[in-house]
């Protein structure tokens, strides 16, 4: 499975241009298809949702043409698409699933659509029930009540009220109005039960007002489309930022610090998701506004306060509460959220999950999700993300407390692409300085005594890869083993404590620097499953205010952002004449003949292992030891530190 690490944020601070809105862009892309004449979008959001609408308007002869910068033109069919019958796989897009579904069942032909094993998992059942009331002829292709569908052209049917259930996914209600006016005659619609998820109807009314389609509403409860009703294109159509990925952003810059602000959105926007700053204000945050940006900050003394709110103005916003209120003092609890549970993944479950590995605890219900935060701080974890771009992007926000690995990282492309890119943008993390280097070359000495000197925490990566090897022994498994030293590495019970390293409870610091120990160390090193195993577990090490590692592949892997770089050698007859005297001092017996040949081929081995190999940076700074004291290497390496990064 595909990962990204992500270090721990001291901060968060800056400027992000939000992309365009998916709720807008999938319905603009629609009505632009379905309305008379040609229509420019501009800043049209360009995602795994909007490809999917795309290439269904394509094949079904909807023409779609580059227009001015970035803006796409399309040209409308006027409610008669050109193609009678297609074959329309649209992934896990619901935005494009449900509206489209609607108009081709009204429209009249022959399809078939479906989308992954997830779509097929979502109800449609109301929204098929609400078109047959209008005459459209559609068939369960699996499983009665969800995709995927096959669709004909629909009967006659002169019935002028249908009822549509509304509290289940608000899209059904979008989908059918949307429709609506491909009838050509007064067509009112009753929801059944309360509606969820309002503000994206309100999304729906906009979007259709700007085609030239007026909905006339009664309240929650009714929604007549007039006899008569055809869209128009408008011209030229801006696509607002989106509103829901603002809030991840918007989010950071209160738990962060800040100011942190989202351009390309302002108060005024018919998404309702950019309520969600209200929420980020009521838990203590700073919000400022203008026309077109929105910008958070911390709460000026103190923490953010948790909260009790009904999330029926913000559904999908308020995933990203969920992860906001590991930082607050106090429990949050998230309300009328039962629309979570037929989403990408069942989220109130999955953010359930994730949270608890986080350390919080979590109660969760069938419409409502309570967190208290954890005690003692978050605690370091992999994110499993259920191919659910929301949940990649809520969760990624513990970063401000504990590194994170984020599994499938790449389904933040369903609706923001480069959302990692933008979020190390804002992102201040913990500061590396990664010692690399040779054997006995002085790399943990130098490297505990620079942390020391900085007040920062210090990582002997070798150690872990020893106490690899030393646990393997005990468990009686060769070193050569991959799969089995891999589970032992990924399962290590260790502890640091001071200058103690503790496995399984028992105190090993000796046991693990025997010549032995230090050989299979080397050995299990080479194994990528190993290395694998281990990576996470290393850069979970980086914690504020910083951290000092030393190692092999400390600046080449693990911490290739590392602030300060150092590579560490010496002549091989030096380092055998150090590890003699070391040897001598703990009372083991050496001969310096054995160690001088045991370091070259560890060298060799090291330096070629087809994983990870021990090399220097190109931004490493070189450092011979051979005639340095420990203290002179300290203060050259101190001094590097304090010049800043190595210019290439």
């Known amino acids: 499975m595909d990962y990204l690490d992500l270090p721990q944020l001291l901060a968060a601070r800056g400027t992000v241009r939000l992309p365009g809105s998916k709720s807008l862009s999938n319905r603009l892309l629609l009505l632009a298809a379905l309305a008379a004449g040609k229509t420019e979008l501009c800043e049209l959001l360009l995602s795994d949702d909007t490809t999917r609408m795309l290439e269904a308007l394509q094949t079904l002869g909807v023409d779609v043409a580059p227009g001015a910068g970035k803006a796409l033109c399309i040209t409308g069919v006027a409610g008669d698409f050109p193609v009678r019958a297609a074959d329309l796989f649209l992934g896990n897009a619901g935005t494009a699933f449900r509206p489209l579904t609607a108009a081709l069942a009204l429209a009249g032909g022959n399809y078939r659509l479906a989308g992954v094993p997830r779509m097929h998992e979502r109800p449609i059942g109301d929204l098929v029930d609400a078109l047959r009331q209008l005459g459209a002829e559609i068939r369960y292709l699996a499983v009665e009540g969800f995709p995927p569908l096959a669709i004909h052209p629909p009967r006659p049917c002169s019935q002028h009220v249908v009822r549509v259930r509304g509290d289940v996914s608000s899209q059904f209600l979008t989908g059918l109005l949307m429709a609506l006016p491909l009838r050509g005659i007064e067509t009112t619609v009753e929801v059944v039960g309360e509606l969820i998820s309002r503000p994206y109807i309100d999304i729906t009314l906009a979007s259709m007002a700007r085609f030239g389609v007026e909905v006339l509403r009664d309240g929650w409860r009714r929604f007549t489309v007039p006899a008569g009703s055809a869209y128009r294109s408008p011209g030229v159509v801006q696509v607002e930022g989106d509103a829901s990925s603002a809030s991840y952003f918007l989010a950071l810059g209160a738990i962060g610090g800040g100011p942190l602000r989202v351009e390309g959105i302002g108060p005024d926007s018919v998404q309702g998701d950019v309520r969600f700053a209200d929420a980020l204000s009521a838990m203590g945050a700073q919000i400022t506004t203008g026309a077109r940006w929105i910008e958070a900050s911390a709460p000026p003394a103190g923490r953010l306060q948790g909260i009790d709110l009904d999330c029926n103005h913000i559904p999908d916003a308020a995933m990203t509460l969920a992860t906001t209120a590991l930082f607050a003092e106090g429990p949050t609890t998230l309300r009328h959220i039962a629309s979570w549970r037929v989403k990408e993944t069942d989220r109130i479950a999955a953010m359930a999950a994730e949270l608890r590995k986080l350390g919080a605890v ?182 504020p205010p910083g951290l000092v590692a030393d190692g092999r592949d400390m600046a080449s892997v693990v911490f290739r952002d590392a602030t300060t770089k150092v590579f560490l050698t010496a002549s091989v007859e030096m380092r055998a004449m150090r590890r003699h005297k070391q040897l001598i001092e703990k009372g083991m017996a050496a001969s310096i003949a054995d160690l001088l040949l045991d370091l070259r081929e560890r060298d060799e081995r090291d330096s070629q292992r087809s994983v990870a190999p021990m090399q220097q940076s190109t931004d490493a700074h070189l450092l011979d030891t051979t005639n340095h004291t420990i203290e002179t290497a300290v203060a050259q390496v101190l001094d590097w530190v304090s010049r800043g990064p190595k210019k290439g």
């Open 362 to 543: 979590v109660e969760e219900g069938a419409d409502y999700i309570r967190i208290d935060p954890p005690v003692g701080g978050l605690q370091a974890a992999t994110i499993d993300t259920y191919d659910d771009h929301r949940m990649a992007m809520s969760c990624s926000l513990a970063a401000l407390g504990t590194p994170l690995r984020i599994n499938d990282p790449e389904t933040v492309a369903k609706t923001f692409p480069d959302y990692f890119a933008r979020f190390a943008e804002v992102g201040q993390t913990v500061p590396v300085i990664a010692i690399d280097g040779t054997s006995a070359s002085g790399k943990g000495t130098i490297a505990a005594r620079v942390a020391q000197a900085l007040g920062w925490h210090y990582l002997d990566s070798g150690a872990l890869y020893r106490l690899t090897a030393l646990a393997a022994q005990r468990a009686g498994m060769a070193w050569e083993d991959e799969d089995c030293v891999a589970a032992i590495a990924a399962g290590l019970d260790v502890e640091f404590v001071g200058n103690a390293i503790l496995l399984s409870g028992e105190e090993v610091s000796d046991a693990i620097r025997s010549e032995e120990i230090s050989a299979g160390a080397s050995r299990v090193a080479a194994l990528p499953a190993v290395r694998a195993a281990l990576l996470f577990r290393q850069r979970a090490f980086r914690r």
